[in-house]
């Protein structure tokens, strides 16, 4: 089956601009969160969503969001770019949250702030 | 403190001989599950293999296996018969308790490479 599939792979902005990134979980899966990577920083958790609902969130500001919809596809959105936000956004898709193995990673958004 | 802890920052290996990955974790937590990830130079995160607070063997998938020391809170990720398209990152994460949440916390990596 198709594996987790975040649009776009790629994408260079300016400060101040606002992005939306899409992530499709695994068919089934209905369970995705987020999670940046910076060089600095590592992999940084952002949030999780389930069933339409933010279940956690993690310690970014409000300047990032997101949402999921009835077939579980989440968007996440930055507003007010910062050069900072450049990094590797990536999404992961479960069954249910907190449950086994089955936990597994698109192949993430590139974005660039200039 | 650092829940979790790589300590190799590069790891180089002979092709076909096996290497050891380091990682240690941090949690009061009862129940908790660790990952071991892949990622090469594309950035997709892979999975490779899983173990549960309470499974009592220790994890294999085909080349990998990860040696679950649960008393010392070590979780070291051992592949075997390495191979070239093995060279990438490797983080090791956790997902703690049962908060219903797929929240993993990850080290900083390995990254390891595989030379001819």
């Known amino acids: 089956k198709a594996g987790v599939t975040q649009t776009p792979r790629y994408l260079i902005k300016t400060r101040g601009q606002q992005v939306t990134l899409s992530c499709s979980p695994i068919s089934g899966h209905r369970s995705v969160s987020w999670y940046q990577q910076t060089p600095g920083q590592g992999l940084q958790f952002l949030f999780e969503?389930?069933?339409?609902?933010?279940?956690n969130k993690g310690n970014f500001p409000g300047r990032f969001s997101g949402r999921q919809f009835s077939n579980s596809r989440s968007e996440m959105n930055v507003s007010t770019l910062e050069l900072g936000d450049s990094a590797l956004y990536l999404c992961?898709?479960?069954?249910?949250?907190?449950?086994?193995?089955?936990?597994?990673f698109g192949e993430g958004s590139r974005l660039t702030v200039l | 403190a650092q829940k979790i802890t790589q300590t190799q920052p590069g790891m180089f290996v002979q092709e076909k001989e096996a290497v050891t990955l380091d990682c240690t974790y941090d949690?009061?937590?009862?129940?908790?599950?660790l990952f071991w990830y892949k990622q090469p130079s594309s950035g997709e995160m892979i999975f490779l293999i899983y173990?549960?607070?309470?499974?009592?063997q220790n994890a294999t998938e085909g080349r990998y296996s990860l040696n679950f020391q649960k008393a010392r809170k070590s979780a070291n990720l051992v592949i075997s018969a390495s191979q070239l398209g093995d060279s990438a990152m490797y983080f090791c994460a956790m997902r703690e308790g049962f908060s219903g949440y797929s929240t993993l916390t990850f080290g900083k990596g390995t990254m390891l490479l595989v030379s001819p």
């Open positions: 173990q549960g607070s309470y499974d009592e």
């Open positions: 969503y389930f069933s339409e609902t933010q279940r």
């Open positions: 992961a898709s479960s069954l249910n949250p907190g449950q086994g193995k089955e936990l597994f």
């Open positions: 949690t009061s937590d009862q129940s908790y599950g």
